[in-house]
């Protein structure tokens, strides 16, 4: 048996890869979006599609978001299968009305007979001092939503096989991959950002967490880079004795409840980690999740580490006072086990 | 000019158009008489309806094929009618019922039928970015069908319109933009929301084709849309046509209209194009006043089988709201 | 003494009177929005204001929302205290970027040098059969946004109050008004729609909640029509012995989590009441508030009475199935009870 | 023709936005060498810098008054300066320290300055409905200020410039839109983003005044934007300026570039616009070269002196991210 080179591939790669092998699968899936040509994408999703595939299939738009992520609508509905991308989540607010009132649910106002198979792309997270127009996470607000499914991948593997599976899907996909995950050579070096990526095509499936630690004291529940963060404050509590699961939720909608629930009836404490803002979103979501499906097995109410109800600040002390950290989990773990 | 067919299809168009509207009418007064109440009788919640604009969906569609895409807006009866939608589906959908194009999903501002690639919009000046990415697709694909983006005269305020006439200039993609400058957005009147007197001049702004008609007639409209859709056909990219035409009616149904001055709505009632229309088409001996009438029986029949079919029609299963979130 | 004549009003005159009698007392004070004029606001907030105010103080819009409110947000900078309608809240697609990105942010990115005193006025909710892009509430989603202040009352005396609270504030305040509370002569009858209301100016505080019930037995948290609904089935299940308590949160943002969690700790049970979606909003944030708040008082896990994750269908018996009502609630109750 | 006094004093603004600047693009590396990381060094995060383009900003603002409201756009600083804004506070808020004009809260992007009346925003286009809400405040409070609108040739493709304009001209109001057309939108040029050559044609889709400065020079800019501002001030209304200004240097710093010819970055060197300025009042007799030397090196130490306030003032507290929520 020959011994199996394992591949490395940043997540950037993982994600370009998954949308050339499925352009060159599916005659129909085409690219669209703000510097995604020349540019590759600001963070790299689209590098080297162009060259690739041409101006045609991978096309640069003028700043009009409303306009062409409603032209992928529109596209998709007359058969297309576009990929469109929203270069910041952050800027939402000019196009929303094509994501939510159109992308999201004209397949359930027609009963079915219509879909609209769009791909939306968008780079989420801060940490680098973008300031507050540039750094959200806001997929619990885009969760909250229904119609559109919400994918926030973590690895490298996951963002390759979510990405086929999201283009393959006959519904509207957000997919929201954030820049601390990228495995950017302009970003603060992350490790994890860089891993084993098969060659071939293969399908990580929407609506699946995933264990991404195995432990038996607490569930610590989260998505994208804050699975990151876990991994590592659990590496701190193994030292103490203390064994936290970390569980990838991977997608937020569907959200894998299931698989919530199963980690907490089998650790009885949790704790959620959220990038997003603290109020009215997914810690909250993930909690009431627990609560209704196994509070009888609760040691301990669940708690959250999330960032605060504020606005991002620009400045670095704080920016990093607000995230969530190592430290910080590492510390509401250990509260959580009293 | 339309040959005399296209004549006699365009007033038999208006007219089912125009009767189904106002069965449609009457029907939604049904349960809310005396006091009236928006969420009762068989066909609640906001009713737009397009009467004295039969003649922009009459004149432009008659140039499509049901392949060709069409978006419309919050008033969509007429354009869908004209397009070639079937009126059971689209009766029943107003019903709410089972039988409905959207199951009774979507409702009379969400109307969506794969056979004549149709959609409408509740958002105003959202249906348009949707028709440019049809045309997009065609031009992808390689089919010579078009995208038609109907909207009133209000949405050439909103940004969408911008972005939407931008892109489909700068891809040369086959659009025709249609604006409905029925002079009003619900009690807004044009000149208090539009800097310049006439849309069609902003089509400058996009270095296309801009055409003004200033008639609500359905032969100058039909003119004008044969060559904005033989442009779109061909390669040429899209048009923009500004129709002045009519709202014959409040904004929706129950709207007191007191914004309007009762010499305006007397005049409105007085030049209704449909009637004018057929008045000139049997003067000109393009119809005989037999036919005509024959015509009205026609789509009499066909209107009162739609609403008839849309009246027995089961509703859907409550629990079936779960249901085509997702595919 | 004088026999008082209690004076009532509906909702939409409450509101239409605070404004007025704002505008009265400060001039900088001006209204802004579609059909906000002549026609007196779609849902009846601005009617008779025009005839006594005028053109240059009650202007009619064109169909720009991002425009007039991001032109709100920068006569609010230059010193005017601007009330901006958006029509329906479901339109906040075209501009939400001016409502969050700017109208939201900018006090807190300035460092608090610049105040941004916008009113904007929204209605919200269905049960009318007005379709998925007409009849949604939302608020929960701008919640979870922070930098504005989120007022959603239920009654005519709590529509005023907190309406002169609103445009004195000198933050931006989102005023979000349920057609069904508004008493309006062409909506299904509502008998708390019109209520005894003050003539003389008066506040109600934002962010404190009220009690609308008193109860012993579990509480029923709620907002806007949604309190009308809960108040109806308090009725009911105290023919069965069952006390509610009925706590009006009135503002979303500030959250009186305290009158949650001391309401939760008298009652020891919890259910809340949501015209909004169900995931990742406004009941999972209650339920978890009460979580961090006041679990060791729980007599049974807290459990909510939501609008599911959909669209709103059109069709009444698919849209009355999907909506919370006073029967779901008593019998939410009643199993909450054991 | 400006005056002499008036052109010394746009030499000496565009010198000092390109020291500042040039200053900035320096410490923007510092910690950010040898392996780029954008989280680090004294100044994180993205930084656009507007190299070429202080023509625009000293001409237009040259006109200004404290009072008038200015909107700005992620490329900030030129303006931000040309309108006055401390050079000081400026470079605090860069560095995120306590004495900026955020307390570190804003950074480059969101700089809000009550002294200048000056704002910005890192959202293309949006900054311009606000320039509208200043000017109808000001109209309403009976002062002959005015708002000026700087945005990007990328963003007149944006909604909220259709919008914009419509409202101003629609109102009337007293609003100086100009669009720096630097031929690019980060990697996206300008005629694979806009449908027509030249923005200032779509001024007529409003009705008002659409001025094209063709060359990237001060005084043609100067002479455009004096007719504007005063017709804005005299009530006559809105106008939009279009100037083809230069962007000497990467979107952002350290943007590659690749899609930009070494040719095209030669030629932009060659005719850096402040150099044929300087050389041009040299020339003229309007500047000695002694004045000129020591323009730059008062505006050095003005800048050194910025740069040391920044560099010396201390970070916010941590928990200070906590407040200024809410008023
Ligand atoms: C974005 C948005 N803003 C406001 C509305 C509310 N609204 C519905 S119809 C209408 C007037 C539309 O006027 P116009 O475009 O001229 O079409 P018409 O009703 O005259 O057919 C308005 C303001 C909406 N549906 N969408
Ligand atoms: C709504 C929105 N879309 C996209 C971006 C990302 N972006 C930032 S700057 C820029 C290019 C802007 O081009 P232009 O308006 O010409 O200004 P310039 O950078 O040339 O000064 C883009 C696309 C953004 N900030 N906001
Ligand atoms: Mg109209
Ligand atoms: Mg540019």
Redesign the interface.
Known sequence: MAVETKRLLTTSKAISEAIAQEMERDPRV?VMGEDVGVYGGIFGATEGLLAKFGP?RVMD??I?E???????????????R?IVELMFVDFFGVCM??IY??MA???????????VPVVVTTAIGGGYSDGAQHSQTLYGMFAHL??M?IVVPSSPYDAKGLMISAIRD??PVLYMFHKGIMGLGWMTPNPRATAPVPEEPYTVPIGKADVKREGRDLTIVTVSLMVHRALDAADDLAKDGIEAEVLDLRSLVPLDREAIVESVKKTHRLLVVDEDYRSFGTSGEVITTVIEGAFDHLDAPPARVTYPDVPIPYSRPLEQFCLPSREKIAAAARQLMG | MPSNETLREMHRQMLRIRLFEETIQQIYFEGKTP??????GPV???MHLAAGQEPVAAGVCAHLRPTD?V?ATHRPHHVALAHGMDMKKLAA?IF??ET???????????L???AT?F?C??????G???????????K??GRDDI?VSFFGE??A???????????A??WKLGVVFVCEDNAW????PKD?????PNNS??A?????PGVLVADNDPVAIHEAAGEAVARARRGGGPSLIEVKTDRLLGHFE?DPQ??RSKEELALLKERDALRAFERRLIDTGVLTAAEAEAAWKQARAEVDAAIEFARSSP?????????????
């Open positions: 085409f045609e738009t003028p009009s409303t306009g062409f992520i409603g032209a992928a609508v529109g596209a998709a509905i007359s058969g297309m576009p009305d094509q009132n159109h649910k004209i397949h359930y106002e027609s009963g079915g007979h219509v879909k229904p119609g499914k006959d519904n | 006091a009236f109440d928006i969420a009762a609640p919640g906001e895409a978006t959908e709410g019922k409905g194009l959207g199951h009774g999903k979507g409702g009379h501002m969400h969506f039928d794969p690639n959609g919009s509740g958002i105003i000046a959202e348009m970015p949707t028709a440019v990415g049809h045309a997009l697709a065609f992808k694909l995208a209000g949405a305020n909103q940004g969408a319109f911008h972005e939407s006439l931008n892109l200039a700068l957005a619900i009690s807004v208090k929301a539009t800097a310049i001049d902003r400058a702004a996009y270095g296309i129950g007191l914004y509703s859907p299963e409550p629990a079936s709201a779960l249901q085509h979130v997702f595919a």
